[in-house]
């Protein structure tokens, strides 16, 4: 028992020999020391999230304008993923099955919470029953802080970042376009109206301060930028910098950051024991582009789902490996849970998968299928399902309404708070940054992603035996998703 202990407890002192105090010092210093070592050998984790990355917004994912060379250096550097899916095609649910590791039927948060909404969407919040991944981290001796948009509910504190596992956080609690878009550190909101123009930069100078304090312990810090979400906005230094109008500014400084934040952790000695993830929470809206897949942010065609992930962790990561694998945003909490080396028991499976067979500098070319199957949710329910070839829209999916080109429109809904910005220079509807061509999509529409990736031909009749296996495998998942309590 260590001496300040004895020290602390009256009558136990007198309990032990004088002579073995030189014993109990040394018990003492040793396990002092194996914690210290055990704290060590755990790696950092910086997951950073962008908000409505289209699948093709990166250079190193074929853009011919947007420029992201910190971003294409972070591909190279270690592995892309290029059939990477979230569960849903809008915020809230997947930024709920990114921290749980579960469905958003799973884990209960299907639809996004929404201030100035209906009171019911107001009223939404992720169970407080949900243990989430920085809350087992702490747990394991990390310091965990998170920066940005929330989005799992913000009307009572005990639902805020600061009370599901953070030690720290900075951000908006919703999306930017939601009223009143308020700054909050901690418990308290600091700032309204907020500069949205110095919003990424803000919150790269608070990673960065992050890493500097806790660079000598194990930390998880989770950066969910504004960007490039509407109402667009960037600093001074960007505007109009890029050559690819707005979106591009607003682009380049999420670049930029995310090479400030790989800057720091060399400067700081802690490069080659931390792994950095960056991906997106759906398809893009306006303005981005989803690299030649049908539809956008909001549908359930391969637009909403399929984004960007980059995975980068020297020495243990393969560099410059490209994974056609499909994947899913719950993975990234099995993939952060095994490389931190979790061993605590938990409550409720996941249903995610770890991605290390497939990103390990030693990996196996014979790795089997990473999942039988994947579901997508559209407006919130169970819609669609793949695998690696086919994909079944089981709920029709329309075209959403665009508005003709050169129609002056202006986003109702924002923005609020300061930018530099004229109202006009935002994305317009016209801007659509998916293909709107291809086959109408009704009830039970097949298509075959091998060789169709922009879903344009519906083969659903000359395929009847993969529509009736495809709905069994979605039926029986559903039954099962249904019945898990919460």
Same mark, same amino acid.
Request: with cysteine; aromatic share 8%; charged share 20%.
């Given at each position: 028992?260590?001496?300040?202990?004895?020290?602390?407890?009256?009558?136990?002192?007198?309990?032990?020999?004088?002579?073995? $105090?030189?014993?109990?010092?040394?018990?003492?210093?040793? *396990?002092?020391?194996?914690?210290? *070592? *055990?704290?060590?050998?755990?790696?950092?984790?910086?997951?950073?999230?962008?908000?409505?990355?289209?699948?093709?917004?990166?250079?190193?994912?074929?853009?011919?304008?947007?420029?992201?060379?910190?971003?294409?250096?972070? $591909?190279?550097?270690?592995?892309?993923?290029?059939?990477?899916?979230?569960?849903?095609?809008?915020?809230?649910?997947?930024?709920?099955?990114?921290?749980?590791?579960?469905?958003?039927?799973?884990?209960?948060?299907?639809?996004?919470?929404?201030?100035?909404?209906?009171?019911?969407?107001?009223?939404?919040?992720?169970?407080?029953?949900?243990?989430?991944?920085?809350?087992?981290?702490?747990?394991?001796?990390?310091?965990?802080?998170?920066?940005?948009?929330?989005?799992?509910?913000?009307? /009572?504190?005990?639902?805020?970042?600061?009370?599901?596992?953070?030690?720290?956080?900075?951000?908006?609690?919703?999306?930017?376009?939601?009223?009143?878009?308020?700054?909050?550190?901690?418990?308290?909101?600091?700032?309204?109206?907020?500069?949205?123009?110095?919003?990424?930069?803000?919150? &790269?100078?608070?990673?960065?301060?992050?890493?500097?304090?806790?660079?000598?312990?194990?930390?998880?810090?989770?950066?969910?930028?504004?960007?490039?979400?509407?109402?667009?906005?960037?600093?001074?230094?960007?505007?109009?910098?890029?050559?690819?109008?707005?979106?591009?500014?607003?682009?380049?400084?999420?670049?930029?950051?995310?090479?400030?934040?790989?800057?720091?952790?060399?400067?700081?000695?802690?490069?080659?024991?931390?792994?950095?993830?960056? &991906?997106?929470?759906?398809?893009?809206?306006?303005?981005?582009?989803?690299?030649?897949?049908?539809?956008?942010?909001?549908?359930?065609?391969?637009?909403?789902?399929?984004?960007?992930?980059?995975?980068?962790?020297?020495?243990?990561?393969?560099?410059?490996?490209?994974?056609?694998?499909?994947?899913?945003?719950?993975?990234?909490?099995? &993939?952060?849970?095994?490389?931190?080396?979790?061993?605590?028991?938990?409550?409720?499976?996941?249903?995610?998968?770890?991605?290390?067979?497939?990103?390990?500098?030693?990996?196996?070319?014979?790795?089997?299928?990473?999942?039988?199957?994947?579901?997508?949710?559209?407006?919130?329910?169970?819609?669609?399902?793949?695998?690696?070839?086919?994909?079944?829209?089981?709920?029709?999916?329309?075209?959403?309404?665009? /508005?003709?080109?050169?129609?002056?429109?202006?986003?109702?809904?924002?923005?609020?708070?300061?930018?530099?910005?004229?109202?006009?220079?935002?994305?317009?509807?016209?801007?659509?940054?998916?293909?709107?061509?291809?086959?109408?999509?009704?009830?039970?529409?097949?298509?075959?992603?091998?060789?169709?990736?922009?879903?344009? /031909?519906?083969?659903?009749?000359?395929?009847?035996?993969?529509?009736?296996?495809?709905?069994?495998?979605?039926?029986?998942?559903?039954?099962?998703?249904?019945?898990?309590?919460?």
């Amino acid at each position: 028992m260590p001496t300040r202990v004895i020290a602390a407890l009256p009558g136990l002192k007198e309990m032990f020999d004088p002579a073995l $105090a030189p014993l109990i010092a040394l018990v003492t210093v040793v *396990a002092a020391a194996h914690a210290a *070592a *055990a704290e060590v050998d755990r790696p950092n984790v910086v997951l950073i999230l962008a908000d409505d990355l289209g699948y093709g917004d990166l250079g190193c994912y074929g853009h011919p304008k947007f420029r992201t060379p910190h971003l294409d250096r972070l $591909a190279s550097q270690g592995a892309r993923f290029t059939q990477f899916n979230t569960p849903a095609p809008f915020c809230a649910p997947t930024r709920a099955s990114l921290l749980t590791g579960m469905y958003p039927v799973h884990c209960g948060l299907t639809m996004n919470p929404t201030p100035d909404g209906r009171p019911a969407a107001d009223a939404l919040a992720l169970a407080a029953d949900q243990v989430l991944l920085p809350a087992y981290l702490k747990r394991a001796g990390y310091s965990t802080a998170m920066i940005g948009k929330w989005h799992l509910g913000h009307r /009572h504190v005990e639902q805020w970042p600061i009370s599901r596992g953070f030690d720290e956080y900075l951000g908006i609690l919703y999306s930017n376009d939601m009223r009143p878009v308020q700054l909050v550190d901690g418990r308290q909101v600091v700032e309204y109206p907020l500069v949205q123009a110095t919003l990424t930069e803000r919150y &790269t100078k608070r990673a960065l301060e992050f890493i500097e304090r806790r660079r000598q312990q194990p930390f998880f810090l989770y950066i969910a930028h504004a960007m490039p979400h509407k109402p667009l906005a960037c600093s001074e230094k960007f505007y109009k910098q890029s050559g690819a109008g707005l979106y591009g500014d607003a682009l380049a400084e999420l670049d930029d950051s995310v090479g400030q934040v790989l800057a720091k952790l060399v400067d700081v000695g802690i490069d080659d024991r931390t792994m950095v993830i960056f &991906t997106s929470d759906n398809g893009p809206w306006c303005g981005g582009s989803s690299g030649g897949l049908r539809g956008m942010k909001g549908t359930s065609w391969e637009g909403g789902f399929r984004v960007p992930c980059l995975v980068r962790w020297p020495g243990k990561v393969a560099a410059g490996r490209v994974v056609d694998e499909p994947a899913v945003m719950m993975d990234l909490f099995e &993939t952060v849970w095994e490389g931190a080396g979790l061993t605590e028991q938990r409550a409720r499976a996941t249903d995610g998968r770890s991605l290390w067979p497939w990103l390990a500098v030693n990996a196996s070319a014979e790795t089997p299928p990473l999942h039988e199957f994947i579901l997508g949710q559209h407006g919130g329910q169970l819609a669609t399902i793949r695998d690696r070839r086919w994909k079944l829209h089981v709920v029709a999916q329309d075209d959403p309404p665009v /508005h003709s080109p050169g129609e002056r429109w202006i986003d109702p809904r924002g923005p609020d708070g300061v930018t530099i910005l004229a109202p006009y220079e935002q994305a317009t509807r016209d801007q659509y940054p998916g293909l709107r061509t291809g086959d109408a999509t009704p009830a039970m529409s097949l298509f075959d992603l091998t060789s169709d990736p922009a879903e344009q /031909h519906n083969v659903a009749a000359q395929h009847p035996d993969e529509v009736s296996r495809l709905k069994a495998l979605f039926d029986r998942a559903s039954r099962e998703l249904a019945r898990v309590e919460r």
